[in-house]
């Protein structure tokens, strides 16, 4: 079994910046992709954003554009998502997921993604 660990998360007021990081297995990492999804209450599991294994490839959800970046170190086996301009709507719990080494890339499915953290909170006041 395949363990994420996110740390970092947390409460911030709207416009301050938060860190969250995942470490993840050295042997499942150094080929996987990986994503960032978050879940809001009383709304399903969305898209954040995702990092090719070699960082050559990343997406944004419209709502983060310009305001998030997702970053990784294979080297600590880990990936981090970097919040800025932080906004209320922002609120959710953050998950990390890994794919399977040597899989699809890149992706905004979740279906892509074979394993995923127990998730962090982040709280932004208003």
């Known amino acids: 079994q395949v363990q994420l660990v996110e740390s970092g998360g947390g409460l911030v007021q709207a416009g301050g910046a938060l860190r969250v990081s995942c470490e993840v297995p050295g042997r499942t990492f150094g080929r996987s992709a990986m994503g960032w999804f978050r879940q809001a209450p009383g709304k399903e599991r969305e898209f954040v954003a995702t990092?090719?294994?070699?960082?050559?490839?990343?997406y944004y959800a419209d709502s983060v554009k310009g305001r998030f970046t997702i970053s990784r170190d294979n080297a600590k086996n880990t990936v981090y998502l970097q919040m800025n301009s932080l906004k209320p709507e922002d609120t959710a719990i953050y998950y990390c997921a890994a794919q399977r080494p040597y899989g699809a890339g890149a992706s905004r499915n979740q279906n892509a993604y074979s394993y995923w953290g127990q998730g962090t909170q982040v709280t932004v006041s208003s």
């Open positions: 990092i090719s294994w070699s960082s050559d490839a990343t």
